[in-house]
């Protein structure tokens, strides 16, 4: 097999298990702090959004013993998959909600959405903060090609080989995410390997894909409970169905898959339990108030907010998300 691609020649005559070896990526203690405090905002966003209808209201729900949440009256639109796109200088841009339902569609994914939102985002007026910066000596038809260089992107659950594509196509820096999704075989990892810079071999100048970081390198205790969580249903499901409905007629529903788990009471309460740590900050919650980004040369982004000046924003956030982010939410 011949290839010009110097990555994937460096990886050819390679075990395939080190396509999949994460990169060595340092993360400063006060760089995690900062990366917990949007991963609990995201989660608390969707505990807020939380709806378990995923097969409707003509049923029962075995896995969820009670009717909680302000929306589960409500029809149902989308999993509770959502993602938070983060700039330089730690301002939250917006966020997106997987909308898969609503579009009839399986591609209405969190990241995709968020990623097309703020393309769409640096071109108008919106109700909330938008600081991405831009370069003025870009040609103007080239101003908006690296918009998400200096961006993170939190999502709560692993990407797909569709998100990881265009995330890598948007220049995304990184993405966080806060369970592992078993059947995307590690593909942010995949991408990353090939398209990264690697010691000895040319670049080629591509596209880049994002660092991946995982739950559980911020220390987020709720990383490990969802994945504990997705195999303990993976088991019981086998027996007792997710959806029983009302027409016997139906099927019951014994699906294993990672969508419905996100629609049982055995991940809302870990997202609750997050909701409430979240709830529960202040600044003596922080370790590392004072912390700043540094940027790709190690130097500190004068700009940027601190910790203590993010969990406020966080905080802020999550208002105008309950309150006035009619945008993102599948239920407004």
């Known amino acids: 097999m011949k290839t010009e691609n110097p990555n994937l020649k460096f990886y050819l005559d390679k075990k395939v298990e080190q396509l999949i070896v994460p990169e060595d990526y340092k993360l400063e203690e006060g760089a995690k702090e900062r990366h917990r405090l949007f991963s609990l ?24 013993p009670v009717n909680y949440g302000k929306f589960e009256n409500n029809d149902y639109y989308g999993h509770n998959i959502a993602s938070l796109a983060v700039d330089a200088y730690g301002e939250v841009i917006d966020f997106e909600f997987n909308h898969n339902n609503i579009f009839s569609s399986t591609t209405e994914h969190a990241e995709a959405r968020m990623v097309k939102r703020v393309f769409s985002l640096t071109q108008i007026n919106d109700s909330w903060k938008v600081s991405l910066e831009k370069n003025e000596n870009e040609n103007e038809n080239e101003k908006n090609k690296h918009t998400f260089e200096d961006v993170v992107l939190y999502t709560t659950l692993e990407s797909c080989s569709q998100c990881a594509g265009v995330m890598a196509l948007a220049r995304v820096k990184e993405i966080v995410y806060l369970q592992t999704d078993p059947g ?38 709720y990383f490990e409970q969802l994945n504990t969580a997705y195999k303990i249903f993976q088991q019981k499901v086998e027996k007792t169905p997710f959806f029983e409905p009302n027409n016997p007629q139906n099927k019951k529903d014994f699906s294993p898959s990672i969508t419905s788990f996100l629609c049982t009471d055995l991940a809302y309460q870990i997202y609750k339990d997050a909701s409430n740590e979240f709830e529960h900050l202040t600044e003596e919650s922080l370790k590392f108030v004072d912390y700043k980004p540094k940027d790709k040369n190690g130097i500190e982004i004068m700009n940027a907010k601190t910790n203590k000046s993010v969990l406020a924003e966080v905080k802020d956030f999550y208002q105008y998300a309950i309150k006035k982010g009619k945008r993102g939410t599948p239920h407004k």
């Open 184 to 221: 995307m075989y590690l593909i942010g990892n995949i991408l990353r390997n090939l398209t990264r810079t690697i010691e000895n071999v040319p670049n080629t100048g591509g596209l880049i894909s994002p660092m991946p970081i995982t739950g559980l390198e911020l220390d987020l205790t």
């Open 41 to 64: 905002l995201l989660m608390s966003i969707t505990k807020y959004y939380w709806n378990s209808n995923k097969n409707g209201k003509d049923g029962k729900y075995p896995f969820n």
